[in-house]
């Protein structure tokens, strides 16, 4: 689907995702400020805010939440979430994830929850969320995940498979899912964008057939079921599709949040006499080191060295600004961008 046809079909739906229960209530949203602990004097990005469940989870634990997404149609409705919480603190825009429209280094925590699996580019995505980051900063990402595997063999490549076929499944009810990722793959994506995995943990969750389905006509469902209930064995494993009265099966959500490596370990490197090996925090990596231990920035020290928001206002005036579409809901329009 082109981003038009994504904005038409969101935009069609929205209404939907304030009180969807997998979105409003998932076991993941409060698992996710639990594993990320946020401090009160963060930023925040929360990219496919959709309705804002994410961004008004973290808005009482942080100093400002910016919550971006692609359909407009979305932007009213997290507004009015807002107001009804007092959640003075929630800025609202329109933006794309491929090109994210902010500052480098201008968030401590960027967040997505439930929503990378629409995403045309993955990599991109997660190379924006790390240029957004000031250094030391952490990304929280909760999506769907699939059976994978990176290892060889016959059992192997029937996880891959199924992951397939459970991608086909999504794709056939939701032509604006692209792909879920397994584990390994979105590991592998994280260490690719520069982010170090300081916590990951997978969430079940049963969804009920006839409600999941229930924007399609009946020939669709039909299909839906058949494709569900006459799944590949690897396949119905994952699903675990059950008909008691009405039919549920399972999805898995993974957790993930990682941290953005800290450049400034690279120049420590170099100042280092070749004498001994010591492991460099941040790196990851065996390196030569001095006698005397190396002392890492911690986050208070990279909080001062990273500009504020308001900082970064009085400095760069031009940089970019906010406007209100209507109220409550602002748009976040580009002046210039760091190179």
Request: hydrophobic share 45%; proline share 7%.
């Given at each position: 689907m082109t981003k038009d046809q994504v904005r038409q079909q969101f935009g069609a739906n929205a209404a939907a995702y304030v009180s969807s229960p997998t979105h409003a209530q998932g076991a993941s949203l409060a698992r996710l400020v639990?594993?990320?602990?946020?401090?009160?004097?963060?930023?925040?990005?929360?990219?496919?805010?959709?309705?804002?469940?994410?961004?008004?989870?973290?808005?009482?634990?942080?100093?400002?939440?910016?919550?971006?997404?692609?359909t407009a149609q979305m932007l009213p409705l997290a507004a009015g979430l807002a107001a009804e919480r007092g959640a003075g603190n929630?800025?609202?825009?329109?933006?794309?994830?491929?090109?994210?429209?902010l500052a480098e280094g201008a968030f401590d925590l960027v967040?997505?929850?439930?929503?990378?699996?629409?995403?045309?580019?993955?990599?991109?995505?997660?190379?924006?969320?790390?240029?957004?980051?000031?250094?030391?900063?952490?990304?929280?990402?909760?999506?769907?995940?699939?059976?994978?595997?990176?290892l060889r063999g016959k059992r192997a490549d029937r996880q891959r498979e199924a992951g397939e076929y459970v991608n086909a499944f999504e794709q056939l009810r939701d032509p604006s899912h692209v792909r879920c990722l397994s584990l390994e793959e979105w590991a592998e994506a994280l260490l690719a964008a520069g982010l170090s995995v300081v916590a990951q943990e997978t969430l079940d969750k049963r969804l009920t057939?006839?409600?999941?389905?229930?924007?399609?006509?009946?020939?669709?469902?039909?299909?839906?079921?058949?494709?569900?209930l006459?799944?590949?064995?690897?396949?119905?494993?994952?699903l675990d599709p059950r008909?008691?009265?009405?039919?549920?099966?399972?999805l898995r959500e993974g957790l993930f949040v990682a941290r953005r490596r800290n450049p400034i370990c690279l120049e420590e490197v170099r100042a280092i006499p070749a004498t001994s090996s010591h492991p460099v925090a941040g790196c990851?990596?065996?390196?030569?080191?001095?006698?005397?231990?190396?002392?890492?920035?911690?986050?208070?020290?990279?909080?001062?060295?990273?500009?504020?928001?308001?900082?970064?206002?009085?400095?760069?005036?031009?940089r970019y600004a906010f406007f209100p579409l209507r109220p409550g809901v602002?748009?976040?329009?580009?002046?210039t961008r760091n190179q």
């Amino acid at each position: 689907m082109t981003k038009d046809q994504v904005r038409q079909q969101f935009g069609a739906n929205a209404a939907a995702y304030v009180s969807s229960p997998t979105h409003a209530q998932g076991a993941s949203l409060a698992r996710l400020v639990e594993l990320v602990a946020p401090r009160p004097e963060w930023r925040v990005l929360d990219v496919a805010t959709a309705t804002g469940h994410t961004a008004l989870a973290f808005a009482p634990h942080v100093a400002v939440v910016l919550g971006l997404d692609l359909t407009a149609q979305m932007l009213p409705l997290a507004a009015g979430l807002a107001a009804e919480r007092g959640a003075g603190n929630v800025v609202l825009a329109v933006g794309d994830v491929d090109d994210l429209p902010l500052a480098e280094g201008a968030f401590d925590l960027v967040t997505c929850r439930i929503a990378a699996h629409h995403f045309p580019d993955v990599g991109r995505f997660l190379a924006e969320a790390a240029r957004v980051l000031a250094p030391g900063g952490l990304l929280a990402v909760v999506d769907n995940v699939v059976p994978g595997s990176r290892l060889r063999g016959k059992r192997a490549d029937r996880q891959r498979e199924a992951g397939e076929y459970v991608n086909a499944f999504e794709q056939l009810r939701d032509p604006s899912h692209v792909r879920c990722l397994s584990l390994e793959e979105w590991a592998e994506a994280l260490l690719a964008a520069g982010l170090s995995v300081v916590a990951q943990e997978t969430l079940d969750k049963r969804l009920t057939f006839e409600t999941w389905a229930a924007r399609h006509t009946p020939e669709m469902q039909t299909r839906l079921r058949a494709m569900l209930l006459q799944a590949p064995e690897a396949a119905r494993a994952f699903l675990d599709p059950r008909a008691e009265g009405l039919t549920t099966f399972r999805l898995r959500e993974g957790l993930f949040v990682a941290r953005r490596r800290n450049p400034i370990c690279l120049e420590e490197v170099r100042a280092i006499p070749a004498t001994s090996s010591h492991p460099v925090a941040g790196c990851g990596e065996e390196t030569p080191a001095a006698a005397t231990p190396i002392s890492t920035p911690g986050r208070k020290e990279l909080n001062a060295r990273t500009p504020r928001r308001e900082d970064l206002n009085a400095r760069t005036p031009r940089r970019y600004a906010f406007f209100p579409l209507r109220p409550g809901v602002f748009a976040l329009t580009l002046l210039t961008r760091n190179q």
